[in-house]
Structures are given as C-alpha cells and as structure tokens.
C-alpha cells in the first residue's frame, strides 16, 4: 500500500463522497488537509475546534471505518487544530475511540455517578468532580463579577481561614457561578493536593440523600460529607422545600465548619430571598460573605468574545462584533451560543459571517432588548447637539435655532414613541397638538429639500438609537 498520506486522503475521500450527502461531504470533508502518516497514526489539519467537535460529533465512525479500510485496522487518527492564526499556533487531538466515548457519555448523563457516599475514599480516589475547563485563566474579570472573583482567588488560597466562610455566590443563570466554583476547586488542589475537594450539584446531593435512605445508609452518607475539606454546592435553591435533605445539609454545614472547613455555595437568589429553605440554614449562609454576580458589563462581554473568537481562531468583522457585545446582555453563555451558532451557519451554508448573518442568528438564540426611546431623552439630545440649554425650547422664543431644536424634538417625538401629539406638545414647549403636527410637517419638508438640515437629523437619530 502505498504510504504518501495525500494519496491515501485521496482514496478516503473518494469512498466518504459515496456515503454522505454531496453538501455534507463539501462542507465538513473537502476542507480537511492531510499532513503525515506515519507509526499507524494518520494525521489530518481542521480550521477550527468547533469544526473538530462537530465532525467528532457526527462523523467520526465514517472517518474510522474509511480509515481503517485504507490504512489498516490499526490506524489511529489524530486531528491537528489551528489555534493561533498569527503566529501559527496548533494543538494536536486523538480522534476519540467510539466505544469508550459512548461509555465516558453514559457515565456523564447518569446523574448517581458522582463520587459515591457511601464509602470513605482517600484522597488519590476521590474524584473531585471538578471540569477541567473551567479556571481562573479564561474567568475573565468586570465589575459584575469583581467581589466574587477576588474572595474566590482568597478562598483558593486560605481555604476555611478567611472570613469568607461560607462563600456565598448567587445571581441569574449563565453569569459565571459554576465556573467560579470549578475554578476554586481547581486552584485549591493545585495548592494543596493533599485536600478532599468536592463539587457537587444540589440535585444530585439530593438523590444521593434519598437513595442513602433508601438503602438504610444514611450514615455512611454522612461520614463521607463530613470527611470533605473543601465542598462546592452548586444550585442550592434546589433544596428548597426538601425539609429532611435541609436538615441532614445543616448538620454536614455545621460539622465542617467547626472543623475550619471551606465551604462554597451558589444560588440564583440572595440567602434572604430563599423562601422554602429552613431559616436556621440561610443564617449560616450569611455567616461569611455574599457576592452577588449579575448581568456581564459591556467591557466583560467584550473580553468573553475576544476571548472565545481565539480559542476556536476565527475573526468576526468589527460591525459584528460590536452589535453581539451591545445586543447579547443577560448572559455568558447566550454569548457562547451566539458564537458557535455563527460559526456554524457560516461553515454549513459556506458562506461569510456578516451583520444580517448575526442579526439573524441573534434574533433566533436570544430576545433583542427593545430600547425605550421617551421624550425627555430626545429633548436631551437635540437640546446637547445643538449646545442650548434645554428649559430654551420650553420656552415661547422664536430665535431660529430654539424653533428648529423645538420642531426636530417633535417631530423624533412623534416618530420614536406611541405618545400623542397632544401629549409630546405638553411635554415639548406647552403646545397643542396642532403645533406638533405643523412642526411634524415643517421637518419632513426641510428633510426632503435641504440637505445639510437632512444630514443633521439623521445624526440626532444615530445618537438617539445608540444612546
């Protein structure tokens, strides 16, 4: 057989093209470059993770089985990723082995399969359920995240000695709170390896309780808890209303917290506002600190994409990339999504990422908020770009520049809100309705045939919509 690997791709393509759909075999085959075949290992180049995963996805036993029938049975395929498209940087990936990927998958949807509580293991067997991915590298910093990040990076590395005992994190779904748990955990067993660290979700915390009592072994649940030195619970509003798994969580919280354990907990809602959870329980966890983490601030959103845009190395025009970070507002994984569902219509339909593109895309993942334009912001810019001062046009002069300032607010008044002209004439200058409408029309008719006084409106209203 022969050996050069631009050859045996070849021969691969030819019976991949028979299995899969022409666009399928366009968009996720032909753009695979082979580089070396050597040792049985097959070594291909893909543009980008994302492109990797979904070809692992989807694909990978039709690449298996081709590969194998053109290179042996023992060929291992590893794909090769471009990183950095500047300098060059990659990162080299094995193919996953199907039949342990579906086992590793299995085990990952079976929720019982968290560390067991039921045995007391040493600290080399406990598996801390920490996910790799999440660290304090790639948790970037803004002001809604600050206080919780900066007790974090304290907590990492005085665990159960600082006042923050237990950290207390909550906030809205998708703003960071889980991360910030995997990244303590992680930054604590790289610190001090020889800690008992555990994440753990409330719900499973609560079906690992039901199955302790089910089985008469509620005590050996206990005993494995209570010989934890650093416990991350996530998602405790879970418990709410699970009066026996509340009280059975309060004697855990209360033994290791005499014993200078550490103690991470996250929630959706402040202790105070945790209705259903045993007022005994929420006074111990405002025993140390509560942060709050909210909606990511512009400049945050905008670290996140620069960020994620590296890490799977493609580029996004400027126009893009400022209409996701100024529209995507309530979370970092809307964000996330936002990006893998462009790069995905971008690779399938093979086609440039552009703004209808990410409106399109937008509109689809998220809703857009609506920006409520009123009266008094349009007076306050007309009045600021025309430098008067705004109480002028409330008056009854009848300079030049007060009368046009006054018409253009009416007129974007009109334009931008439901309000009556009735209404934007008592609110702009005291007028009746019949003056808006005269100033409605007096403003249509300059725009149509004065072309500096056009240019000047349609600016008024750039500001008004970014504003």
Known sequence: MHKDHHILWDNCLAIIKDIVPEAVFTTWFLPVVPLSYADNKFTVQVPSQFFYEYLEARYVDVLRVTIHRVMGAGTILCYRITVDKTNGGTVDYPAANTSVARAKSQQTKDITKAPSPFAQPTNLDLDPQLNPKYTFDNFFEGFSNRLGRAAGEDVSRNPGKTTFNPLFLYGPSGVGKTHLCHAIGARIREIYPEKKVLYVSSHLFRIQYTDAIRKNTTNDF??????????????????????????????????????????????????????????????????????????????????????????????????????????????????????????????????????????????????????????????????????????????????????????????????????????????????????????????????????????????????????
């Open 222 to 467: 206990l005993n494995f808890y209570q010989g934890i030195d650093v416990l991350l619970l996530d998602d405790i509003q879970e418990l709410i209303g699970m009066d026996k798994t509340q009280n059975t969580f309060f004697h855990i919280f209360n033994h290791l917290h005499q014993l200078g354990k550490q103690l991470v907990l996250t929630s959706d809602k402040a202790p105070a506002d945790l209705q259903g959870i045993a007022e005994r329980l929420i006074t111990r966890m405002k025993w140390g600190l509560t942060a709050e983490m909210v909606r990511p601030d512009p400049d945050l959103r905008r670290k996140i994409l620069r960020h994620k845009m590296d890490q799977e190395s493609i580029h996004i025009p400027d126009d893009v990339f400022d209409f996701i970070a100024e529209n995507v507002t309530d979370n970092i994984r809307d964000l996330e999504g936002v990006l893998v569902s462009l790069m995905a219509h971008a690779v399938i339909n093979n086609k440039e990422i552009d703004l209808l593109l990410a409106k399109k895309v937008i509109n689809q993942n998220v809703k857009l908020e609506e920006k409520q334009i009123s009266i008094q912001m349009i007076q306050d810019i007309v009045c600021n770009y025309y430098k008067i001062d705004l109480s002028l046009i409330q008056t009854n002069s009848r300079k030049r520049e007060i009368v046009q300032a006054r018409q253009i607010a009416m007129y974007l008044s009109k334009k931008y809100t439901d309000c009556s002209c009735s209404h934007i004439g008592k609110i702009v200058g005291k007028k009746d309705h019949a003056t808006v409408l005269h100033a409605c029309k007096i403003v249509k008719d300059q725009i149509e045939i004065n072309k500096s006084f056009r240019s000047s409106v349609e600016e008024i209203e750039y500001l008004l919509r970014k504003n």
